[in-house]
C-alpha cells in the first residue's frame, strides 16, 4: 500500500483540533463541486443549441456544393456530371441556378436572391420543420410557386392565405446595352404565387425558393447552372466522397462540405463555448485554489505529526506527497460529484425539460436542450486535475518547511 496515500486518507475522515479546517475543507470541496456541476451543465447546453442550429441550417444546407472556380454559372451537361447524377451514393442530386433579383408585392419592393432548385431538392423531408407559415410547395396543378424567407416575408409583409396577390420578380435582360425609352422593357418581369415562409437564420431568409424553370425562364439562362447540391447517402464518408470528386473535377470547380459553407456559424459556435469555458474555469480555479487555505491549515495542525514522521526516517518527498494526496483527494471528491451531478441535471433536462425558455420560440422546444458529450466530461475532469494538482503542491511545499527546526523542537 503506498503510504502517503494511506496517511493522507487517514488524515481525511481524522478528526481536526482546530474545526476551521473541516470548515474551509468543505467549502473548498462545495467551490468544485458547484464549479464542475456548473461547467458540465453549460458545455451540454451549448452542445444541445448547436445541436439545434446545426440541424436548422443542415436542413437548408446540403452535404456538398459545386460551384465553378471563376466566373457564376457552368454546363452541367458535360459526360462527368451525368454519370455523377447517376452516382448511387448520392441521395439527392440538385441543380441550382440563383442571382439576386428585385421582389415587389403590392407597394413594396426589396431585393432578395431568387434560387431555383430541380425537383430533387424536395427530396429533403426535414424541410417542413423551419417552414413557419403555409406548406413548402414549389411547384403544384397550378404551376410554379414560390417559397421564401422570413426576412423577404417581414419587408414585403406577404400573405401566404391571400390567392390573389402574387410575388413579383424583376430580372435585368440579357444583352441589353442601352435603355429603351420604357425602363421596364430592360427586366424580365414574373409573377409567382407564395406558398409558404420558412426561417432560418438571416443569411438564408433572404431567399426566395423557386422551380429551376421558373429562375431559366427569368435569368434568360437556357442550359447552364450557378451550382450543384449534394446529399449522400446514410454510412457514406462525406469527406473522403468530397476529396473525391475534387481531384475528379480538377482546379476548374470548388467542392465544400458543410463547414466551408458556414465557415462564420462554425466559427461563432466554437468561440462562444471556449469563451464561455474559459469564464467559468476561472470561477473554478479560485474554488481549487481555497485549498492551500485548508492545507495550510492542516499542516500547522499536524506540525507534531510531521516531525514524529520525519524523525522515523521519513524523507521529505514522502511528507510533501501525504499532503498532495490529501489536496488532490479533497478537490478531485468534489469535481466528481459535481459531474455526477451534473450529468444527472442533463439526463432530467433531456427527459423532463424542467428549464424552459421564452414561450416565443416557434422553431424549437421551449426547453433548454441538453447535449452531452463524453469529451466534456474529461475537460472538465483534466482541467479540474491540472489546477488541483497545481494548489495542491503549493501547499504541499509548506510541510517540509523548516522541518530540521521541527526536530529539534521534539
Not at 440538385?94 to 431555383?116: F, I, M, P, W
Request: with cysteine; aromatic share 10%.
Amino acid at each position: 500500500m503506498n503510504t502517503a496515500l494511506y496517511i493522507a486518507r487517514r488524515y481525511l475522515f481524522a478528526k481536526k483540533s482546530t474545526n476551521a479546517i473541516n470548515i474551509i475543507s468543505t467549502i473548498s470541496v462545495l467551490g468544485v463541486f458547484v464549479g464542475s456541476a456548473a461547467l458540465i451543465i453549460i458545455l451540454s447546453v451549448f452542445n444541445g443549441f448547436e445541436e439545434v442550429v446545426l440541424k436548422m441550417f443542415n436542413t437548408i444546407t446540403p452535404q456538398l456544393v459545386i460551384a465553378p472556380a471563376k466566373g457564376k454559372t457552368f454546363d452541367p451537361n458535360t459526360a462527368y456530371f451525368k454519370q455523377l447524377s447517376t452516382n448511387q451514393s448520392i441521395y439527392s442530386y440538385t441543380q441550382v441556378l440563383s442571382e439576386n433579383a428585385l421582389l415587389r408585392y403590392h407597394d413594396k419592393q426589396s431585393v432578395g436572391l431568387v434560387k431555383g432548385v430541380s425537383t430533387s431538392y424536395l427530396k429533403n423531408k426535414s424541410l417542413d420543420s423551419i417552414t413557419i407559415q403555409g406548406k413548402f410547395v414549389i411547384q403544384n396543378s397550378s404551376g410554379p410557386n414560390a417559397v421564401i424567407g422570413s426576412a423577404i416575408q417581414n419587408y414585403l409583409m406577404v400573405n401566404t392565405n391571400d390567392p390573389f396577390t402574387q410575388l413579383q420578380v424583376f430580372s435585368p435582360r440579357k444583352g441589353i446595352t442601352s435603355s429603351s425609352v420604357n425602363p421596364s422593357d430592360d427586366f424580365v418581369d414574373l409573377y409567382i404565387p407564395v406558398s409558404g415562409i420558412f426561417e432560418v437564420q438571416q443569411d438564408f431568409d433572404n431567399i426566395a425558393i423557386v422551380p429551376l424553370s421558373f429562375a431559366r425562364k427569368l435569368l434568360q439562362e437556357e442550359t447552364k447552372i450557378s451550382s450543384i447540391e449534394i446529399n449522400l447517402q446514410k454510412g457514406i464518408d462525406a469527406d473522403a466522397f468530397k476529396e473525391k470528386i475534387e481531384e475528379q473535377l480538377g482546379a476548374g470547380f470548388i467542392v465544400k462540405d458543410r463547414i466551408e459553407q458556414n465557415k462564420a456559424l462554425y466559427n461563432i459556435l466554437g468561440t462562444e463555448k471556449w469563451a464561455v469555458y474559459i469564464i467559468l474555469t476561472f470561477i473554478l480555479i479560485i474554488a481549487i485554489f481555497n485549498i492551500i487555505g485548508s492545507l495550510t491549515m492542516l499542516v500547522i495542525d499536524k506540525l507534531k505529526d510531521i516531525a514524529i514522521l520525519s524523525s522515523l526516517g521519513a524523507g521529505k518527498s514522502l511528507i510533501k506527497r501525504i499532503f498532495l494526496f490529501e489536496g488532490m483527494m479533497i478537490t478531485m471528491a468534489g469535481c466528481i460529484f459535481g459531474l455526477l451531478i451534473g450529468f444527472g441535471f442533463c439526463l432530467m433536462q433531456q427527459k423532463f425539460g424542467w428549464i424552459k425558455m421564452s414561450q416565443d420560440n416557434l422553431l424549437i422546444s421551449n426547453a433548454y436542450p441538453i447535449g452531452l458529450k463524453w469529451k466534456d466530461f474529461l475537460l472538465v475532469f483534466v482541467t479540474v486535475s491540472i489546477f488541483s494538482f497545481m494548489a495542491s503542491a503549493l501547499s504541499s511545499n509548506l510541510s517540509v518547511k523548516n522541518i530540521n527546526n521541527l526536530n529539534k523542537d521534539l
